[in-house]
């Protein structure tokens, strides 16, 4: 039976990988928790099948990234006028970026993330072990 583990910044937590694991839930983890570091996978031998921290990667073992979108405002300029209120106007550039890239709007960020989750989400599918009945 493989096992999960998923690793907090004070502490480690294990799963088993049966069919009453619920993968929604692991993603919520991955992608709100602030003190969420890393998730892997390992079988009876505590050998490494998948893990999301790369430097844990070795030969056999595979990397997966889950993949946040994150909103950066740029500043361009400001235009001071005294007779409007507020008296500074801004004008920004907005770009949505991901882990592999950036992107002009935000529905082609979260349709490249969701894609991307979409295939970490089944190398993680592969590991879990159904019910035989």
């Not at 991901?98 to 529905?107: E, L, V, Y």
Request: glycine letters at 4%.
């Amino acid at each position: 039976m493989k096992i999960g583990i998923i690793t907090y910044k004070k502490f480690a937590e294990r799963v088993l990988l049966d069919c009453t694991f619920i993968i929604d839930d692991l993603f919520n983890i991955m992608l709100s928790d602030s003190d969420y570091v890393k998730f892997q996978i390992v079988d009876e031998k505590e050998n490494l099948l998948l893990s999301t921290h790369y430097p844990d990667t070795q030969v056999k073992a595979e990397y997966i990234q889950v993949l946040r979108v994150k909103r950066e405002v740029e500043i361009l300029g400001t235009t001071y006028d005294a007779y409007k209120t507020p008296s500074l106007v801004h004008r920004t550039k907005v770009t949505w970026k991901t882990a592999h890239g950036s992107f002009k709007t935000r529905k082609e960020a979260q349709k490249y993330a969701d894609r991307m989750n979409l295939k970490a989400r089944l190398s993680i599918e592969k590991f879990i072990v159904q019910n035989q009945g």
